[in-house]
């Protein structure tokens, strides 16, 4: 995902790539990524969509085509000002790299397969994709009290419980009146299990919303296993799970148990699931930090922003942020309503307006009206300070 851009540089990209898109000039590189994630993708977007060729390492399927492409090897690369790149491989950044030392340019010659979803989807269709992950908060109630937590709920002020399902069918309403299609779309909280109405949620998203969506999924921190009723929905509406996994984190409680009977009871349901154990990140700085990035220069402030590559942005309330960071901080209090946490008000775009849907579509391309963010000046992240954190670790009492 790209971040930061300026409506300068955005209209610089948009412009480069249209007529190349239109002309079916633009290549794919990376072949398994493709066949795997994208093909499913391609097949709803479009069964014309196209690549003039595909480059692949694997020297035995040079000269061969599939799924149409000619596949080609990167010696075979056309090289020239106009030349475009789709990267649609894992290692992006050694592929990056590769692509520069042959001359190419990040975004006027080669994005990723994400970034160019959007671009193709408006130019081809006049269809807004935002191509990503948007997470929304389902109740800020929790059966953990993790010290750094990511969404910062054991030091809320104020806890709302679980929001109005009404709320959620409002936001995703606004949502898909002003976007067309959706790469993933997450549940969170708190633990989004506790929610209790979960079953009207996932009947809701089966009725109205799946198929204008890649993927959906619910975190949850394995300590709950759902009951029959909400098993058998999201096997119906093929809603994935991912476990985050706490063991020797010093829960206690049967946690291990309880993360093994709900694998178990996914496994039955045929309900597919990740487990993620990944090492956390404290976000947090002391006060003196803060104070240090708060009084930083502007364009500093700013290249911390683009450079961030978080990619996770959240939809509350009408408001897309395109940082989840900005909206949990914003919740916490910690930063204030007034000051600029960066996305987009979706009641305030017409969906009938021409200008208002291509600024649409480029927010998901990663244009910010501002190049700064607030929550960057209380956020480790790309300070150079980014600590690792003990996963999991509770609070006490
Ligand atoms: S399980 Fe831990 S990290 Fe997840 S929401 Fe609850 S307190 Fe936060
Ligand atoms: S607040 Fe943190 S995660 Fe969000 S854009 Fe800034 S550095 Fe990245």
Known sequence: MLRGLTWGECEELLNSWEKSIRDNNVYGYGLSKMMNFQAP??????????????????????????????????????????????????????????????????????????????????????????????????????????????????????????????????????????????????????????????????????RKYRTKMYSCHITTNGTITPDEKVLQLAADHNIRFNISYYSGCGIGDGYEAKFERLKRTFDAYGIDYTVTSYPWIDFSLSQDESNELAALDSEEMSRRFRACNSGCSSLLDGFYYSCAVSCHEKKLGVISANDYTDGVDFNAIDPGNAADRKKLMATSLGYHSKPILKACETCSLMTGRKKFAPRGRQLKG
């Open 41 to 206: 993708a391609c097949r709803w977007l479009d069964d014309g969509f196209s690549f003039k060729g595909l480059v692949d390492k694997n020297t035995a399927l040079h000269g061969l085509t599939i799924m149409g492409f000619p596949i080609i090897s990167i010696d075979e690369l056309p090289i020239h000002e106009d030349t475009k790149v789709v990267v649609v491989a894992n290692d992006y950044p050694a592929i990056s790299e590769r692509l520069k030392a042959m001359g190419l340019q990040e975004k006027k010659n080669f994005i990723f397969i994400n970034d160019y979803w959007t671009l193709w989807g408006f130019y081809r269709h006049r269809k807004i994709i935002y191509s990503h992950l948007i997470s929304i908060l389902l109740t800020d109630r929790c059966t953990l009290k993790c010290e750094f937590c990511g969404a910062k709920i054991p030091y809320l002020r104020v806890y709302e419980g679980d929001r109005d399902i009404s709320k959620i069918e409002a936001d995703l309403d606004l949502f898909f009146s002003r976007a067309d299609w959706l790469t993933d779309l997450g549940f969170g909280g708190g633990e989004p299990l506790l929610y209790n109405d979960m079953p009207a949620l996932l009947t809701l998203i089966g």
